[in-house]
């Protein structure tokens, strides 16, 4: 392998994370950022997001010298042999559709200060046809020097990102220019030597890959919490369910773990995303739009299981809620099941108290009426009930006992399956959990599925059109 310059636009979650491996694997890497106090942080050595194992890669990256932050772009991009744009793309708040505002106005700033022979690299998530874009983006600005843009895409899970990076599935690269697929091989020898698939494919086939990839798997969390709702009223369990379906090689066992729905910076985003993308193109996705519902209908309607549990209504309650962030192993509130919950909850009179191992810090900027305590069992103390929303693994071994003495009233919902129901009943708990009937008859209310009651989430439906009775014609950027 030989060291490659490579600057990443973009200090976030995956240009961080991207740079830092980068760096670690031998290349020179810059990282730049127009947020001037978060390059002052990464030069002192605060990480800005919570990722297991980062900050070791970032503190020893940039002690070996490969690795640096800077607010100049020009002068990163001016020294690189790839520059790698990692930079947000937000759903825009009008329609859903991916936000490529920052994309394109990093084209326009790095044009004319990519050096010839560079090539540029979309890491970040955006939709198909958008290489397309930022290469006319650059030859207006070039003329008839030719920049190649080659599309990346990342899959990364969070909480697991740095083993996700440099041991994937696979590494998709996109382009079919010769001597941009000798750059990205020389940047990606590492993990080829360790047997990892580098797959080369057309840019557009690599710009549809991610969002086809994040659609299925949240289609795969839709289905087993739907098959959880069944489970409830047929009396049967969900893990059995889910270890059956898992071991069948045709599926597999992972995003088979039934809870309060999807959220997180991908899933939500990129389904929404690749249906509006469908819809211009005149095409249905039936199936993704149905998941994007019924997942907004389940974080809605998990308010309704707290208020079920505790007799049907939760006014003046003290509701205490274990684990806020969208996972475990993350503190990225985006998108988070809890933050639906607790505003329900809040609207309906009901008291909230929180407690999360990492997200507190980014919850108080989104819900600032709720009074976060660092402990668990404090957090618990006085409670009519007790929410378990996020599987942290310092979660899974409170002292029950000692959890239901301090709670006003044992009661727990359990939404990520944590505990078992059988011993939580021993310690005292009257306890309601995902894809499961009630062990015996409710003490406070007759055990009834929370989806058989009045669908709040009914009045939350999303506006997406059925694609079907649709005529959108493609635009011409998309055919561009």
């Avoid at 211009?280 to 308010?303: D, F, P, W």
């Avoid at 988070?336 to 607790?342: T, V």
């Avoid at 108080?364 to 009074?371: A, D, F, G």
């Amino acid at each position: 392998m030989q060291s490659a310059a490579i600057t990443v636009i973009g200090t976030g979650y995956v240009g961080l994370v991207a740079g830092a491996c980068f760096a670690d694997w031998g290349h020179q890497v810059i990282c730049v950022d127009h947020d001037a106090g978060r390059i002052a942080g990464l030069n002192h050595g605060r990480v800005p997001i919570y990722e297991p194992g980062l900050d070791k890669i970032l503190a020893r990256a940039t002690r070996s010298g490969n690795l640096s932050f800077s607010t100049d772009t020009i002068g990163a991009v001016k020294s690189s042999q790839a520059v790698f744009i990692a930079v947000g793309t937000p759903p825009r708040k009008s329609d859903g559709e991916a936000d490529l505002s920052f994309v394109h106005q990093c084209a326009s700033d790095i044009a004319t200060a990519l050096r010839p022979g560079a090539l540029v690299v979309t890491k970040s998530t955006v939709p198909v046809g958008t290489g397309d874009v930022i290469e006319r983006i650059l030859r207006q600005a070039r003329q008839d020097d030719a920049i190649p843009v080659v599309s990346n895409p990342e899959f990364l899970r969070e909480g697991s990102a740095i083993g996700d990076f440099c041991e994937p599935d696979r590494v998709v690269i996109g382009t079919e220019d010769e001597a941009a697929r000798a750059v990205l091989r020389n940047i990606y020898q590492p993990i080829a030597l360790r047997g990892h698939r580098i797959l080369f494919t057309r840019r557009r086939s690599a710009e549809l890959i991610k969002y086809a990839s994040n659609a299925f798997l949240a289609a795969k969390i839709t289905f087993i919490n739907e098959m959880a709702d069944l489970c409830e009223m047929a009396d049967a369990d969900v893990g059995d369910i889910a270890l059956g379906m898992g071991l069948d090689r045709r599926i597999g066992p992972h995003f088979l773990h039934a809870g309060p729905g999807y959220g997180g910076s991908c899933f939500p985003k990129d389904t929404l995303a690749l249906v509006r993308t469908a819809q211009e193109y005149g095409v249905s996705l039936r199936l993704v739009e149905e998941t994007v519902q019924a997942n907004t209908a389940r974080k809605r309607r998990m308010a309704q299981r707290v208020r079920h549990i505790l007799d049907g209504s939760v006014e003046n309650k003290r509701i205490a809620i274990l684990g806020l962030t969208f996972k475990a192993d993350t503190d990225d509130m985006r998108d988070s099941p809890s933050i639906p919950l607790i505003e329900l909850l809040q609207r309906s009179g009901a008291v909230v108290h929180a407690h999360d191992p990492e997200g507190m810090e980014q919850a108080r900027r989104i819900l600032p009426n709720v009074t976060y305590h660092d402990d668990p069992y404090d957090c618990a103390r006085g409670a009519d009930a007790i929410v378990f929303l996020t599987d942290w693994e310092a979660l899974k071994h409170l002292d029950l006992a000692r959890l239901a003495a301090v709670m006003r009233h044992p009661v727990m919902l359990d939404l990520r399956r944590i505990y078992d129901p059988e011993e939580a009943a021993r310690q005292g708990f009257v306890i309601e959990t995902v894809g499961r009937s009630g062990l015996e008859p409710h003490p406070l209310s007759t055990f009834q599925p929370s989806y058989l009651l009045p669908d709040i989430a009914a009045q939350t439906r999303l506006p997406i059109a059925v694609t079907s009775n649709l005529n959108i014609q493609p635009t011409k950027e998309r055919l561009a």
